[in-house]
């Protein structure tokens, strides 16, 4: 399994920004993907979730109304849309797949290398 973010890149407040995750080797129709982000000194937070027909999406209550993630079953490629950023959403974003195991607890849980997305003037 192969996951591989794209997009990252410095913005100024108030700017946008596309990331994108392309998977590979993964059964991306029954995988949960998320986005998560660590900046410098902090711990790994979870941004942004999405299920597997894109029914429910979850967001951090910092992103809610500014961030938008989607997914495209037929590419096996998830995005997180990036609006309004501020300097507080600088950090390493990376891609997260969760496939739960069929017919037995537990789930195989894979990330990608990380993109960098900094805000700053």
């Known amino acids: 399994v192969q996951l591989v973010e794209s997009g990252g890149g410095l913005v100024q407040p108030g700017g946008s920004l596309r990331l994108s995750c392309a998977a590979s080797g993964l059964t991306f129709y029954r995988s949960k993907m998320s986005w998560y982000r660590q900046a410098p000194g902090k711990e790994r937070e979870l941004v942004a979730r999405i299920t597997g027909d894109g029914g429910t999406l979850t967001y951090a209550d910092s992103v809610k109304g500014r961030f938008t993630i989607s997914r495209d079953n037929p590419k096996k490629t998830t995005f997180l849309e990036m609006n309004s950023l501020e300097p507080g959403d600088t950090a390493v974003y990376y891609c997260?797949?969760?496939?739960?195991?069929?017919?037995?607890?537990?789930?195989?849980?894979?990330w990608g290398q990380g993109t960098q997305v900094t805000v700053s003037t």
């Open positions: 997260n797949a969760r496939l739960d195991r069929l017919g037995r607890a537990g789930a195989d849980v894979y």
